[in-house]
């Protein structure tokens, strides 16, 4: 039976009650929650916003990068109606391991900061009664953790995350928090694969329940007509003169799925669902059977405040913005999004690339940056990686495919960021992946995983696995920067070459220059607004030589939050954006550009 990790939505026979607001809060500094059962409630908590990184709120710094556990407590009022159903608190994410009491009763582990799990309370609940709802969240790094880095003890005592990686260890109740009711006999998942057939759609669905009662799929269109309909768990619906799902034209019908027991309806369940297919021939990709050029951009879920907590209002500026520039694409980058920004995507006909969380599988005794520079790079020569992080990644796919599979948006998977697919001792590793992904997803969408600079061409050893190339490349900026940046094009013309022999699609998932916000400088010097328009120029005239590269994400949207460090400046500046959304010189160019390339560029 699939994890239940349905989207919670109210219907004729479900309920849905948000537990979003100020939730009481503890950090354990003394380790002490266990032993003193605060599992039973909290004494003495402050109160916190869920959801939201509960990092910068805090004025303090030991709060800020507190590593550890922290305690969430809140009340659930259970009315006795919702006693035959079956009672779940939904939790969109926690991060990074979360551990759910309800009245003093384990009811829930989970593993991984970016996926939905469920919290079952059937046997603990006390109804038409308040009930203690507490999370244990621990938010340290490791080498079994994804994303990947260390947890030190400094000699004061205190702990402190190492992230290998370049963006900040938010953690917390990140996303949403729901309680959700549904009949006993239940739709648990379903999936919909897409053919054309001349003007006609034929869409296979296969649904999961929980009982044997007859299942109906009924189809409606944007104006709520009925336009198809199918009986059993499994089936090919016929769409007629079917409207498809088409970049930045989305259109998206309404499936309904329904269990009844002759008139009597037992559950149902409403998802708007964009017909298309995705394939990749030769060095293309086809979204419909048409070819497809990728413009936008690496994303961080990021913002002020509320650092990594989904954030409603950023999601609408993020994708007005992106409308503004002429962006048809972005990869989650580096770990799955808000399901909310799927639905966005679904909605607005935006390209996802999905990325699971697993970035910083890279050996390295420091943290992201002598990562990058290669010095020591080893990691899946470790056996342990081999056990207890492929197997949590592996479980990270199966939770990926099956939250995200049914989103229109979702055309690609991206595995892994910038892991050392150098040695001998990942190939293996990175086979396991893309097996499973390939076996899991009934569209076949094309898999990947973002390159790293250091794995060129003859150097790379898994890159034969991907359906599509994608190349994070600094032609200009970690390397040869400056008034270097000929030589740089140079060495990215030469490389590029390189990649030509594989005959397959490339897209370039990160390009970018650091660039402070108000510097400006003519002629450009490295950090200045006018800097990152070189830099862009550059890049996109390398681009436009070869055929086979048919996508570019630029690194990154916005400047977003990073550990401190000699190369950052209270983050990392090489957003086209602030992060208060608003636009570096670069962004006008950029808009320029895209709006001049057609969808089928290089088709
Ligand atoms: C790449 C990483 C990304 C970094 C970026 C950078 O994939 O997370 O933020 O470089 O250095 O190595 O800006």
């Known amino acids: 039976m699939a994890n239940k990790l349905l989207y919670p939505r109210n219907s004729a026979t479900r309920r849905v009650v948000s537990m979003d607001g100020m939730w009481n809060f503890k950090f354990d500094y003394k380790q002490e929650g266990e032993a003193k059962d605060w599992k039973n409630g909290l004494k003495d908590p402050i109160k916190i916003p869920v959801p939201a990184s509960f990092n910068d709120f805090f004025v303090d710094k030991d709060s800020r990068e507190y590593a550890g556990d922290v305690w969430y407590e809140t009340k659930l009022y259970v009315p006795s109606e919702w006693k035959d159903m079956d009672l779940d608190i939904r939790f969109d994410a926690a991060t990074h391991f979360a551990t759910v009491y309800v009245n003093g009763v384990e ?109 109906y799929v009924t189809v409606y269109d944007e104006d709520g007509i009925e336009v198809a309909s199918a009986k059993g768990k499994e089936g090919t619906i016929l769409v007629k003169n079917a409207r498809l799902w088409n970049v930045l034209d989305a259109y998206l019908y309404t499936f309904k799925f329904e269990i009844k027991d002759g008139d009597r309806l037992i559950d149902e369940y409403k998802q708007e669902i964009g017909i298309r297919t995705v394939e990749v021939k030769g060095t293309k990709i086809y979204i419909n059977n048409k070819p497809v050029y990728l413009k936008g951009f690496g994303k961080h879920e990021d913002s002020d405040v509320v650092g990594r907590g989904f954030n409603i209002g950023i999601m609408k500026r993020d994708f007005e913005l992106m409308k503004w520039i002429g962006a048809n694409s972005f990869r989650t980058s580096h770990y799955p999004y808000s399901e909310e920004i799927y639905q966005m995507a679904d909605r607005e006909g935006f390209i996802i690339i999905d990325e699971t969380p697993a970035v910083g599988l890279f050996e390295s005794l420091m943290n992201f940056l002598d990562a990058s520079k290669g010095s020591e790079v080893k990691f899946f020569d470790n056996p342990e990686v081999h056990k207890e992080t492929l197997d949590h990644h592996l479980q990270v796919i199966r939770d990926l495919i099956t939250r995200d599979k049914n989103y229109a948006s979702v055309c690609m998977w991206s595995l892994l960021n910038e892991p050392d697919s150098t040695t001998d001792s990942s190939v293996s590793y990175f086979e396991a992946l893309f097996d499973l992904a390939h076996e899991l997803d009934v569209q076949k969408r094309p898999r990947t995983f ?145 709006e001049s390339l057609p969808i089928g560029f290089k088709g």
């Open 107 to 215: 009811v829930a582990q989970h593993k991984g900061g970016f996926l939905p799990f469920n919290a079952n309370i059937n046997e603990v609940v006390k109804f038409d009664a308040e009930n203690t709802v507490v999370v244990k969240i621990n938010n340290e790094l490791s080498r079994q953790t994804l994303p990947i880095g260390q947890t030190i003890t400094l000699e004061n005592g205190k702990k402190m995350v190492k992230p290998y990686f370049d963006f900040f260890n938010y953690a917390g109740l990140q996303r949403s928090v729901r309680f959700v009711a549904t009949p006993k006999e239940s739709i648990v998942d379903f999936t919909v694969n897409h053919h054309l057939d001349g003007e006609d759609a034929r869409v296979d669905y296969l649904v999961e329940t929980t009982g044997e009662s007859q299942v």
């Open 450 to 594: 973002a390159n790293i600079m250091m794995a060129p061409p003859g150097v790379c050893k898994c890159s034969h696995l991907c359906d599509v190339i994608s190349l994070n490349r600094y032609y200009g900026w970690y390397t040869k920067g400056g008034y270097e940046m000929s030589d740089a094009e140079n060495g990215f013309r030469k490389e590029l070459d390189e990649w030509a022999k594989y005959d397959k699609p490339v897209i370039f998932t990160e390009y970018g220059a650091d660039t402070y916000s108000g510097e400006h400088k003519l002629p450009s010097v490295m950090w200045s607004e006018e800097y990152q328009v070189d830099y862009l120029d550059m890049q996109h005239s390398v681009f436009d030589s070869y055929d086979f590269v048919v996508g570019e994400q630029v690194w990154n949207f916005a400047d977003f939050q990073t550990t401190e460090g000699i190369m950052r400046v209270n983050g990392n500046k090489k957003g086209i954006f602030t992060r208060n959304r608003q636009p570096k010189l670069a962004a006008y160019k950029l808009k320029q550009r895209w």
